[in-house]
């Protein structure tokens, strides 16, 4: 059973934070625009999955570029649990606190490399506790303050209290609904009241509908259940998710007065609305959340690493590898509005004195952080920085095999098929006379492996000018670092030969291949779902020539997709 | 209305909140002396061993044996189980090729329905602990409890989460200052550094990598509790009650997908009920003794590391077992593709993940690795040890328990998943009669599973694929 077949091929199974391997090998790209089609066919059972039954697809759909799709079937209606973040982000809002409870909450679920998707998140009894003690904890500090969260007379009579608490409760639950309260609902929160105030203070009264709403189910997760027919969120789901979408937490004045007053009805209403808060500092900070996800370079401040093989690699390095990621990422955003060309193209870069000592360049004058251009022939974009390339290596050495999968699956969006059943996956000892490359050189000698190592290993040793915590290098062990290779079944645009990852990223970063491939990220992060088959040519219309993230964030907005659903 | 829960009700009246010991002071074993309870522990290591060359467990140079040379004294507490074929485990690597997410995925649910495409979650059956919690959870406050000792960070969903309750993973607790809080909700908090957390939450959160945290939120102070005797659990029992109307509510416009996200929420909402004394019940001012080693383990510690962390969570496991808090538990070490954390103290400066990924034939890798997995099953004997010194009845703690030693893969280098080894340890009250291997090598593993849940007295007729299922392992 458990014999060790030579020669092996290892790889397909390493990767630390991969997505699903769907088992379809996508190749034969029939053109230059990418079909994107995960997981299509295979035995991967949910893609592609039928519209439930009943549910007519709608007429054909116009793209936000222009062309035409045929109608997919809207997704179901959904429950999403906020995410930790996003809970201390709506309560900050809400309350105007600065307790920051969520920061110990039970750990999201990450699914698709994201931490948001709605499948992943539930409510487990230990994070109901938190929850509670949470709430408990905010509405004490709330009701502190009681005359200005709910305010009355001193001497207000019992009538007049009750007045009082009938317009907190419409209030402050119109806000943590956000939406208003349902009849019965208003109702329900005042039995709430008065049985409390029957036995203890109108703060406390006030106290017990604020710790009551705040682990609600309508608080605790964004309700998209939508209404009519065809099924359609309500002006108020809309303008949550567009809140959530653009600034992790609960719609703000204005957009919450464009819900009541059903003004979020056509998709240039709610592009309106995605514009306006694009443009908010808060939108930067939480897109930037997303574009860390999606390069799996969130933990870039942790990364550990085998101090006797990288003996500089200190806590100062790691400090400047991860403030150089934020600090580039929002640069991109800010300045470029989020140009994925330039996020995987640019020459320059954020560094300080030690990183700039790392990655072999002169220091730039002045403290701390600085705006720097990079070696043309040494780096560009983001997938040459050191908290992307230390993110995805092992601590003690470069690993192209898990570099080249994470590209090929998640900056390019093309799958992959499983290893053969009896793979022998060992990875290849540490040899001090060979380069990595070589030592992985069995992956394209053995016709089984080379199979799938092929459409991986290039892409990986491509980076192998990178050691493991980002550092520049032309040979290893003494001998030089060979980096060309060919990109293979990706899209007509882009194969072909390569000379290593600055040609390679030149090639990649303004390519229809990579643009579409951060609109289905954006899409999955945005919708917090993976996508349908049938989806696929509206994601292939989101990006188009020259995008750039908040412009692919307004196409979702503005799309069917956005709105419909389906019971 | 039965004698037993006359003498029940009477008993709960005379304990209740007071003191630092808040929580259903009773256990079924104070009213039936002579029947102890039964506890069902699964204690999980993430990588397999290391089987060497030779390709089986009497070959090569390390082996579960070797691992366990420094168990002589549980030798006959255990059973060793070994050629036992993880069917469902297979059916996942054959239809997705990532054996991470087959390993613990199937490990205690033989379910080989996977995470996938974002939407479509697991099958609706529990993990067989869950399945166990359900039919013995209700006696104590903590139906289950899941500890972790870095179970969370670095890893999709799939890939780590070993409990499943209406298709929700239940994720472990890492953190033990929190497993300490709801254990002992009213004793003074320990004063722990924080977890360290492998999630980049800074750059989650949007602030900048080098800032500071925002100081911890103030300790919550009860609102104004005029009468003190029913108030704070009359107020709590209010604010349940409203929430189940309105999750029940929610339910009947929720998606069909939804709702058992809203079942497994209102799972949560009577969980929480479970720790209110009864309705009407005068909270009284002598706590009940359990046993006079039941009280809160004093925690501390300089940092929060493995070795730390693994600690004070044995020392909190323990006390939930000895204050009777559960019955259920699953102790999770690591995960299956822990991507953060080095061994300093073991002089490993790698990575599980990486170790697990070497060439474990390498002596370089090798050794390691085994240094590693053995640390982990030393520490897990330690606490068994520690089950097996406390008297209880006529017999001991771990007598009257079940533990499931398990670990996802069988060889951590190849990343097979077939055949499953793991330990059972203890008799479940005399359910289980160890002191032996288990060879099985044609049985699906759910008919281990099935015949564990047997053995604490809870027959399930299947768990996780149906097919698999084909009769429960006779343990006795």
């Known amino acids: ?567 | 209305m039965s004698n037993s829960l006359l003498k029940r009700r009477d008993l709960l009246k005379g304990m209740g909140a007071a003191g630092f010991l808040a929580r259903p002071l009773f256990r079924d074993s104070l009213v039936h002396a002579a029947e102890m309870p039964k506890r069902f522990l699964v204690i999980y290591f993430p990588g397999g061993v290391h089987f060497g060359p030779g390709g089986d467990s009497k070959h090569g140079f390390f082996t579960w044996e070797q691992m366990l040379a420094s168990w002589s004294d549980l030798r006959d507490d255990v059973i060793l189980l070994r050629s036992m074929p993880n069917r469902a485990g297979k059916r996942i690597q054959s239809k997705n090729g990532e054996p991470h997410h087959a390993g613990m995925r199937t490990l205690l649910t033989g379910d080989s329905s996977v995470f996938n495409d974002g939407k479509a979650v697991f099958a609706p059956t529990p993990s067989i602990d869950q399945a166990i919690a359900a039919a013995i959870g209700g006696a104590t406050v903590h139906s289950s409890l899941q500890f972790g000792v870095f179970g969370n960070g670095g890893a999709q969903i799939d890939q780590k989460r070993l409990c499943f309750l209406n298709s929700s993973a239940l994720p472990p607790v890492d953190d033990p200052a929190v497993m300490f809080k709801r254990l002992f909700p009213s004793a003074p908090a320990p004063s722990l550094p924080p977890l360290p957390r492998y999630s980049g939450l800074n750059i989650v959160y949007g602030s900048t990598p080098t800032g500071s945290s925002p100081p911890p939120a103030p300790a919550p102070t009860p609102t104004a509790p005029a009468a003190p005797s029913t108030y704070a659990a009359d107020r709590k029992r209010s604010i349940l009650d409203h929430l189940r109307a309105e999750i029940t509510a929610l339910k009947t416009v929720a998606g069909t997908g939804e709702q058992q996200k809203l079942d497994q929420h209102m799972t949560s909402i009577r969980e929480l009920e479970k720790k209110l004394p009864a309705p009407g019940m005068v909270p009284g001012a002598t706590p009940m003794p359990i046993s006079s080693s039941c009280k809160p383990p004093a925690l501390s510690a300089g940092m929060l590391d493995i070795p730390t962390v693994m600690g004070l969570q044995f020392d909190l496991l323990y006390q939930a077992m000895v204050c009777d808090s559960t019955r259920v538990a699953s102790f999770q070490i690591l995960h299956s593709a822990q991507p953060a954390f080095q061994f300093p103290w073991l002089g490993v400066p790698d990575v599980h993940h990486a170790l697990e990924h070497g060439d474990q034939d390498s002596a370089a890798i090798g050794d390691k690795f085994n240094k590693v997995q053995t640390w982990f099953t030393d520490q897990i004997a330690g606490f068994l040890r520690r089950l097996k010194a406390t008297p209880e009845g006529s017999s001991n703690m771990l007598d009257n328990s079940l533990v499931f030693v398990c670990t996802e893969l069988t060889q951590g280098d190849h990343h097979t998943v077939e055949p499953l080894t793991g330990l059972l340890v203890g008799r479940a009250g005399g359910a289980v009669r160890p002191g032996r291997t288990l060879d099985l090598p044609n049985v699906p593993h759910n008919n281990l599973l099935l015949g564990m849940a047997q053995a604490m007295g809870v027959n399930l007729p299947s768990i996780g694929d149906v097919d698999l299922c084909t009769s429960p392992v006779s343990l006795a």
């Open chain 1, 1 to 567: 059973m458990m014999f060790r077949s030579a020669p092996g091929c290892f790889a397909l199974v390493l990767v630390v934070a991969s997505v699903g391997c769907t088992g379809q090998l996508v190749s034969d790209q029939p053109g230059g625009s990418a079909p994107l089609s995960p997981g299509s066919g295979g035995d991967s059972p949910a893609s592609g999955a039928p519209p439930p039954s009943g549910v007519a697809p709608g007429p054909s759909a116009p793209t936000a570029t222009g062309g035409t799709c045929p109608a997919a079937p809207p997704a179901s209606v959904a429950l999403r649990r906020l995410s930790n973040v996003e809970y201390d982000n709506t309560v900050r809002d809400l309350l105007n606190t600065t307790q920051t409870p969520g920061r110990s909450f039970l750990e999201e679920d990450e699914a698709l490399g994201f931490r948001n998707i709605a499948a992943a998140l539930t409510v487990p009894p230990a994070l109901a506790e938190q929850y509670a003690e949470a709430a408990a904890g905010l509405a004490t500090e709330a009701t502190k303050n009681v005359s200005t969260l709910a305010p009355c007379s001193s001497n207000a009579s019992a009538t007049a209290e009750r007045t009082c608490a009938d317009t907190f409760i419409r209030s402050f639950g119109r806000r943590a609904f956000r939406r208003p309260l349902a009849a019965a609902e208003l109702q329900a929160y005042t039995r709430l009241y008065e049985a409390e105030r029957g036995r203890a203070s109108y703060a406390s009264a006030v106290g017990i509908v604020v710790e009551t709403m705040l682990q609600s189910p309508h608080f605790l997760y964004r309700a998209e259940l939508g209404a009519g027919t065809p099924l359609r969120l309500t002006p108020h789901e809309i303008a949550t998710q567009i809140s959530y979408m653009v600034t992790g937490s609960m719609p703000d004045t204005d957009l919450s007065a464009a819900a009541d007053g059903n003004r979020l009805s056509t998709p240039e209403q709610i592009e309106a609305q995605v514009r306006r808060l694009l443009m908010t500092p808060r939108a930067n900070g939480w897109l930037r959340g997303f574009v860390m996800q999606w390069l799996g370079t969130t933990n870039a401040g942790e990364v550990p690493k085998d101090l006797t093989v990288y003996p500089a690699y200190d806590d100062a390095l790691r400090a400047s590898i991860a403030q150089e990621a934020v600090r580039f990422v929002d640069a991109i955003l800010a300045e470029s509005k989020g140009s994925i060309a330039e996020l995987f193209g640019a020459g320059w870069t954020y560094l300080d004195a030690r990183l700039a000592r790392h990655y072999g360049v002169p220091a730039p004058t002045g403290a701390g952080l600085q705006r720097v251009t990079l070696p043309a022939d040494q780096r560009a974009g983001v997938l040459t920085q050191a908290a992307f390339l230390a993110s995805h290596s092992k601590p003690n050495e470069s690993f192209p095999i898990t570099r080249g999968k994470f590209l090929r699956q998640r900056v390019l969006c093309r799958s992959l098929p499983p290893p053969p059943p009896d793979a022998n996956i060992v990875a290849p000892r540490p040899s001090p006379d060979m380069t990595t490359r070589e030592r992985f050189a069995q992956h394209s000698a053995n016709p089984t492996c080379a199979a799938c190592h092929k459409l991986i290993d290039p892409l990986g040793f491509a980076f192998e000018t990178y050691d493991g915590t980002g550092a520049f290098r032309t040979t290893e062990n003494g001998k030089p670092v060979v980096t060309a290779g060919e990109l293979v079944d990706v899209a007509p645009e882009v194969d072909g030969p390569f000379a290593g990852a600055v040609p390679l990223m030149r090639t990649l970063a303004p390519s229809r291949v990579v643009s579409d491939c951060a609109a289905q990220q954006a899409f999955r992060w945005a919708l917090g779902r993976e996508e349908t088959s049938a989806e696929s040519c509206l994601i292939g219309s989101l990006a188009g020539p020259g995008a750039d993230l908040r412009e692919i964030l307004v196409a979702i907005a503005r799309s069917d997709r956005f709105v419909l659903r389906a019971r």
